[in-house]
Nanobody
Framework: QVELLESGPGLVKPSQTLSLTCTVSGDSITTDYYYWSWIRQPPGKGREWMGAINYSGSTYYTPSLKSRTSISRNTSKNQFTLQLRSVTPEETAVYYC?????????????RGQGTQVTVSS
């Protein structure tokens, strides 16, 4: 079973860049048809999909964050990362990495435990 673990700083100052890493175990991030995503949930609000990188390295971003977001991967470490530039206090949230895969009628979805990120000076 695929397992995901988020890591990164819990506190980021406004206007700085938030960087998070998701370490994957149980399968390779290059295995066909996996889509590796970042989502976040601010306190008292719903979850927001931020973007994804797929098994071949193609990236996808939600339009409202596209200009400030980069998702990349390190295949040798089986990790993928999120960078969010110019953060504001309103982006304080729990950040999760997830994976989805749908093959031959079978759908898989896994999510990490999440990591709290606070944007504050």
């Amino acid at each position: 079973q695929v397992e995901l673990l988020e890591s990164g700083p819990g506190l980021v100052k406004p206007s700085q860049t938030l960087s998070l890493t998701c370490t994957v175990s149980g399968d390779s991030i290059t295995t066909d048809y996996y889509y590796w995503s970042w989502i976040r949930q601010p306190p008292g609000k719903g979850r927001e999909w931020m973007g994804a990188i797929n098994y071949s390295g193609s990236t996808y971003y939600t339009p409202s964050l596209k200009s400030r977001t980069s998702i990349s991967r390190n295949t040798s470490k089986n990790q993928f990362t999120l960078q969010l530039r110019s953060v504001t206090p309103e982006e304080t949230a729990v950040y999760y990495c997830t994976v989805g895969r749908s093959v031959g009628g079978t759908t898989q979805y896994h999510r990490g435990q999440g990591t709290q990120v606070t944007v504050s000076s």
